[in-house]
């Protein structure tokens, strides 16, 4: 039987027009489950706790090995609707591009690899199984997307021997990077407790704002490493102090700072809490102010060293695009956190630096590209 390629850029249009803000559906899930389903594939939806999630598996449990793709299809608001260009679900084209909110994050890298999915089973059935783990919880608290997913899996014996996700990961040109791991990422939270005064008698209060001033500065100054051989050096941002103080006579009681910390795997959420809570533990004792602490631990950095599954990715993007994808660690979180804990996982993606923005828009002839290396990727691993 002859069967008409799926065009992955109609594909991608289709799911942008699908209003998926997180934690909305929007209709995307149903629409890879029907086109997958079609396709022959063993769809489940795997939904927690309101959030939609599909898990689509084509070929036999247990009979040759599995190949995984994770991606989402969520999205984040659009921002101030009038500032765009074309409406952000209204997936138009203009010359080489096709705008609307999730086009490059990442409904076109689903939809590269879902079209790629369905030609590579209909023309050429491996023996094995390829795998699609989709969710709709990667923009927002990610509790119950890809962690649910695999935690159906675990409970169901559904494997993946290998994986890919397709968030971009590309910097200017399609095939310049991919990802072979992630750093950790941490946020700790202060509050400095002083004693409120009148401004004009500072000597009968305790000020806590020059204390969130030292504390931030310690934490600030300090150099955490000089990276490793896969990952740049550690980081640590201020990104909020706040008071609330309205009156330029008070000294008020308390105040906030908020820090994030990129980490590479020199450390882990542990120790670096460690740290956190012995430095805040020194300027309270300096200063006599007393300072708690809270932290939120988003991912630990993880790392798939290069082997054969980076160099599988990287050799069907080299022979498509004629590009050697640099092999890197940079950028925020993913997925690919909790999916390095079920397999061998590693990142490849469109260009991404337009995602998240006001005419969030990707190149028409990178979808295309796009699935042909998927196609490679699927080809070269199942005949390899």
Known sequence: MTHTPVDPVTLTADLVRCNSVTPREGGAIQLLDRLLSEAGFDCTRVDRNGIANLYARWGTRGNGRAFGFNGHTDVVPVGDESAWTYPPFGAEIDGDWLYGRGATDMKSGVAAFAAAAVDFVRTTPPEGAV??????????????????????????????????????????????????????????????????????????????????????????????????????????????????????????????MTVNLRFNDLHSGDSLTAWLRAEADKVATETGTSIEMSTKLSGESFLTPPGALSSLVAGAVSAETGVAPEMSTTGGTSDARFVKDHCDVVEFGLVGHRMHEVDERVSIRDIEGLKRIYTRI???????
Request: hydrophobic fraction near 35%; charged fraction near 20%; glycine fraction near 12%.
């Open 131 to 256: 795998i699609l783990a989709i969710t709709g919880d990667e923009e927002g608290e990610s509790t119950d997307g890809t962690i649910a997913l695999l935690d159906w899996m675990t409970e169901t014996g559904e494997r993946m021997d290998a994986c890919i996700v397709g968030e971009p990961t590309c910097p200017t040109t399609l095939g310049d990077m991919m990802k072979i791991g992630r750093r950790g990422a941490l946020t700790a939270f202060f509050e400095i407790i002083g004693k409120q005064g009148h401004s004009a008698y500072p000597h009968k209060a305790l000020n806590p704002m020059p204390v969130v001033a030292l504390l931030g500065h310690r934490l600030a100054s300090h150099r955490l490493d000089e990276g490793t051989d896969h990952f740049d050096p550690s980081t640590l941002a201020i990104t909020t102090i706040d008071t609330g103080n309205g009156a330029n006579n008070v000294i008020p009681a308390r105040t906030r």
């Open 378 to 384: 699927l080809t070269d691993y199942f005949q390899g």
